[in-house]
């Protein structure tokens, strides 16, 4: 595996992307349809996997002056020894040419945290893919298809959909010498992916629609980043923003969250302690399930809920780990 100075390290642990998700049951989403700007598709077989929304704010930082580092960072646990200290870190795999694929392309909601996980394995691996954004009104962009929700990933002409059998599908396609190492078993590993999708995506809504300010926050990206026209966008922002409020709070009695933070917080300690002392679930090297984790909570990392998230639990470490090994973008720009 390629290593990476510790001076690099910082500029990518600073040059992070934030997006607010949120978490919505069938029926809400049937009275909400307008505001698929912000949705989470699960695409999960499994009978409790639900549509989700979420928001997005960019955050850079300058790694030549430590003190704008510090400032931009903020509550992040991990951003004083990364400052501080030169060390090696794990780059992201690549996978050999002749099993690369030659067109990827991925149909997407920026915002999308499941289309997050399926551009984390493919930034890890340094797969290129080209984005397709999808109007979450008119969905033109994927009339063609008769599946109707996001991610659908083309990989050579062929659909595949459902992030997590996408993901099994690349990982079927990268030789076993290549492979994400685990120190875990199989069943450990299909364990934790389905913690992410069945417990972890329905605490998140509830957090980053916590109050009025949040719930504006995470819409603030969908106006501007969202594939929308001018008259959805202003709509969206904030006839969006205040319905998904109200939203929120019947989403936690629907998952039974008495309080939104705390639940966030365990959720975060319950993952540190999986790993039990190892870099990653995975070992040496990040997992799947790793990735599922990292793909989910990357949408909110720099909002408030994720810097409060960083700030009260154990996780930022494990995260600026992540953040390293998956490394820059494997997107092509148009």
Known sequence: ????????????????????????????????????????????????????????????????????????????????????AVEDVHAKETVQSEF??????????????????????????????????????????????????????????????????????????????????????????????GWVDNHLVHILSPNIYRSSSEALESFDYITSHGNFSFTERITAKYAGAAAMYFVSKKLKKKYNITDERAALYEAAETWVDALKGRDFLGGAKPNLADLAVYGVLRPIRYLKSGRDMVEHTR???????????????SRIQA
């Open 100 to 193: 690369r694929p030659n067109d990827v392309v991925l149909y997407q909601y920026e915002a999308c945290p499941f289309c997050n996980k399926v551009k984390a394995f493919l930034d890890y691996y340094d797969i290129p893919y080209k984005v397709e954004e999808v109007n979450p009104i008119s969905k033109k962009e994927i009339k063609w298809s008769d599946y109707q929700k996001v991610p659908i990933l083309t990989v050579d002409g062929e659909q595949m959909v459902d992030s997590s059998v996408i993901i099994d599908k690349l990982a079927e396609k990268i030789p076993s010498d290549s492979s994400i190492g685990s120190a875990i078993d199989d069943g450990e590993e299909k364990k934790w992916r």
């Open 1 to 84: 595996m390629r290593r990476i100075s510790g001076r690099a390290a910082i500029r990518r642990a600073v040059e992070g992307v934030a997006v607010a998700p949120s978490v919505t049951g069938n029926s809400v989403h049937q009275h909400l349809r307008f505001f698929q700007a912000a949705p989470f598709s699960t695409n999960s077989n499994n009978s409790s996997a639900r549509s989700h929304r979420l928001s997005f704010n960019r955050i850079a930082g300058d790694q030549s002056d430590r003190a704008s580092v510090h400032l931009i960072t903020g509550a992040m646990l991990f951003s004083v020894v990364a400052a501080t």
């Open 315 to 329: 996780i930022g470490d494990w995260y600026s780990r992540m953040e390293n090994a998956v490394g820059e973008s």
